[in-house]
C-alpha cells in the first residue's frame, strides 16, 4: 500500500497569515493527489485535485503544488472560516490511502 | 445541486450486519463510480468500498475484503453497502461519495454506525 505521510499534525496561525502542509507519498503517484477540507462537525469537501487543479468553488487563496512525492498544500491570507482538519490522498493505485490530517487551528 | 443522503446507520452489536443505502440526486448517478469513506471517531479518512459506474466490479481494502459489499440500483439512483460480521473497529461515520477517477468531489452528511454489545 501507499503510505502518506502528512505534516505537520496540528498548526496554529493568526488571520492574513500564509500556511502550508506537506504530503509525503511512499512511492511515485504521478500527481494524483487531491486535498480535503473538513470543517468541525461537517463532512470533507474537496479542495484540490490532481495535485494543483483547483475545485470549482474554492478560493483561489488555496492552492497545492509537488516536487517529486512530496505534495504541498498552501493557505494564502487565512481567513476564520479556514479553520479545521486538512487530508490528503492518493488515487494512483487501490487502496486509495489518506494522511493522517493536519489541524489547523486560528490564534 | 448534487446531493448525497445516507441512511441506515445505528448501533448493532459485534457480529451481526447493518446495510446503509444512500440516494443520490442532481447529477446522472450512472455516469460515475462511487465510494464509500468512513472516518472513526476523532480519527481520520479511510476507504472502505468503490463500485463502478455500471456496477460491473468493485474493490476493497483488506479491512473489510469478505464482510462488507458495495452495490448500486441505477435505476433508483440509490448506492448500497452491505456490513456483515461487524466489528468495534468499524464503528466510525460512513460517507457516501461521487468519485471521479478516485478523487471524491462530493460527500454525503454521512452515517454514524456504533458497533457495540
Known amino acids: 500500500d501507499i503510505q502518506m505521510t502528512q505534516s505537520p499534525a496540528s498548526l496554529s496561525a493568526s488571520l492574513g497569515e500564509t500556511v502550508s502542509i506537506e504530503c509525503l507519498a511512499s512511492e511515485d503517484i504521478y500527481s494524483n493527489l487531491a486535498w480535503y477540507q473538513q470543517k468541525p462537525g461537517k463532512s470533507p469537501q474537496l479542495l484540490i485535485y490532481y495535485a494543483s487543479s483547483l475545485q470549482d468553488g474554492v478560493p483561489s487563496r488555496f492552492s497545492g503544488s509537488e516536487s517529486g512525492t512530496q505534495y504541498s498544500l498552501e493557505i494564502n491570507s487565512l481567513q476564520p472560516e479556514d479553520e479545521g482538519d486538512y487530508f490528503c490522498q492518493q488515487s494512483y493505485k487501490f487502496p486509495w490511502t489518506f494522511g493522517g490530517g493536519t489541524k489547523l487551528e486560528l490564534k | 445541486e448534487v446531493q448525497l443522503v445516507e441512511s441506515g446507520g445505528g448501533l448493532v452489536q459485534p457480529g451481526r450486519s447493518l446495510k446503509l443505502s444512500c440516494v443520490a440526486s442532481?447529477?446522472?448517478?450512472?455516469?460515475?463510480?462511487m465510494t464509500w469513506i468512513r472516518q472513526a471517531p476523532g480519527k481520520g479518512l479511510e476507504w472502505v468500498a468503490s463500485?463502478?459506474?455500471?456496477?460491473?466490479?468493485?474493490y476493497y481494502p483488506d479491512s473489510v475484503q469478505g464482510r462488507f459489499t458495495i452495490s448500486r440500483d441505477n435505476a433508483k439512483s440509490t448506492l448500497y453497502l452491505q456490513m456483515n460480521s461487524l466489528r468495534s473497529e468499524d464503528t466510525a461515520t460512513y460517507y457516501c461519495?461521487?468519485?471521479?477517477?478516485?478523487?471524491?468531489?462530493?460527500w454525503g452528511q454521512g452515517a454514524s454506525v456504533t458497533v457495540s454489545s
Open positions: 442532481g447529477f446522472t448517478f450512472n455516469n460515475y463510480w
Open positions: 461519495t461521487r468519485d471521479h477517477g478516485g478523487v471524491m468531489d462530493a
Open positions: 463500485i463502478t459506474n455500471t456496477g460491473g466490479s468493485t
